[in-house]
């Protein structure tokens, strides 16, 4: 049996869309790191959600995934509030950002763990304040405060890498990190 311990819709879909069967318990703990590096942020977020799972369900194999934009220095997550979403669009607008998301998957029965990383770089385009006030508070629940995956959201114009990392599940690596579990 496979666990995703997330309630994401995004990657509900996308493990749904690639064939995967499993069922979600969302992890319930604090998303708190000492790290600080982005992409050692998320490998640890991951993995503390995967683990939090597992120990419930120690036969199961238990995914675990965090997605943080960063830009300029700044590791950004999910907006609080639109002014805070405006705050980060404005931040963002017209400006490389990397998407970094961990995967963590662990099955303790099988005494079995991988975890890994994925970064894609996204190019904002250049967008008047009045249009980020309107796409700011439409995407409260995804870091970065936008959605790629939305038609009618229009800030990122360039992906270079995997485009399902920035909508929260980097499926290519999930499918080669889940391969050894079979």
């Keep these: 049996m496979m666990i995703l311990a997330s309630r ?20 319930q703990g604090e998303e708190k790191t000492r790290c600080k590096r982005p992409g050692a942020i998320v490998r640890d977020l991951a993995l503390k959600k995967a683990f939090e799972v597992a120990s419930q369900y120690p036969d199961a194999t238990v995914v675990g995934a965090d997605t943080m934009v960063f830009c300029k220095g ?12 405006f705050e980060i669009l404005k931040l963002l607008n017209n400006s490389w950002q990397a998407v ?14 991988f975890t890994g990383v994925a970064k894609t770089r996204c190019k904002a385009r250049s967008l008047t304040d ?19 995956q939305d038609k009618d959201d229009i800030l990122i ?3 270079v ?4 990392n920035v909508v929260g599940m980097p499926m290519e690596l999930f499918k080669k990190m889940i391969g050894g579990f079979k």
């Design 157 to 159: 114009e360039k992906i």
């Design 8 to 27: 994401s819709p995004r990657r509900i879909k996308l493990l749904t869309e690639a064939g995967y069967k499993f069922k979600t318990v969302p992890a």
């Design 100 to 113: 970094y998301t961990g995967v963590a998957i662990i099955n303790l029965d099988k005494r079995k763990l």
């Design 74 to 85: 700044r590791v950004i997550g999910k907006p609080k509030n639109a002014a805070h979403a």
């Design 161 to 164: 890498g995997s485009r399902t």
């Design 130 to 148: 009045a249009r980020l006030k309107r796409l700011a508070g439409k995407h409260l629940d995804k870091a970065g405060g936008y959605a790629v």
